[in-house]
Every structure is written in C-alpha cells, then in structure tokens.
C-alpha cells in the first residue's frame, strides 16, 4: 500500500488549507482513515479519522470544529479541510489506515507511511 499526502503548505493563523491522501496498492474502500500529525518534538499524534462503512468523522478535541474529514472511495482518496489553523496546528500531517475502535490513541495500522506534507502556520 503507498499512501501520497499533498496540499500543505504556508499559511498564515485564521487561513486554510486542504490536505489530499491518494491511496493504492490496497483496497481502500474498506479502511478507515485517519489524519495524523507530527509537530517539532512531539509524537505523531491522530487528528481526525473516517470510517469506510459510512463515512463517519472522527475529530480530537483540539481540531473539532476546524477541521473536516472526507472520502472520495472512487478516487481512493481522503482529505482533511483544516480552517481556522493555528500556530499549533503546524506539523507534518500523514495518513494512514486505522482500526476500529478510533480513540486519540489509535496508530496507523500501515507501516510503510507516506512522506507526509508539511503544514506551517505564522502568527
């Protein structure tokens, strides 16, 4: 399985921006997905997840209300809406499969992740 995150980028606090995950090699429509991120110093750390039977979003509390999570099964593709970023939302972000039941905790569930794309958000 190869997962591909693009769309970050440099934003200002208050901005937006839209973050793509292309997967293949696997059979996506059947995984939940979820968003991690991994800030300067810190562990990698889930975000925002959703599940493949019916699309439900998960969110930790630090992005709920900011950030939205969505899938295209077609495209095997899932993304990640993240408005109103703060300073502390700059990280590298990732995605990866992640198996039920999805708490804060959950890990990625492919070892091989993707590169990530880095997000920076200036004050």
């Known amino acids: 399985v190869q997962l591909v995150e693009s769309g970050g980028g440099f934003v200002q606090a208050g901005g937006s921006l839209r973050l793509s995950c292309a997967c293949s090699g696997g059979t996506f429509s059947v995984y939940h997905m979820g968003w991690f991120r991994r800030a300067p110093g810190k562990e990698r750390e889930l975000v925002a997840a959703i599940t493949w039977t019916d699309g439900k979003p998960y969110y930790v509390d630090s992005v709920k209300g900011r950030f939205t999570s969505s899938r295209d099964n077609d495209k095997n593709t899932v993304y990640l809406q993240m408005n109103r970023l703060k300073r502390g939302d700059t990280a590298v972000y990732y995605c990866?499969?992640?198996?039920?039941?999805?708490?804060?905790?959950?890990?990625?569930?492919?070892?091989?992740w993707g590169h990530g794309t880095q997000v920076t958000v200036s004050t």
């Open positions: 990866n499969e992640v198996l039920s039941p999805i708490s804060a905790t959950s890990k990625g569930s492919i070892g091989s």
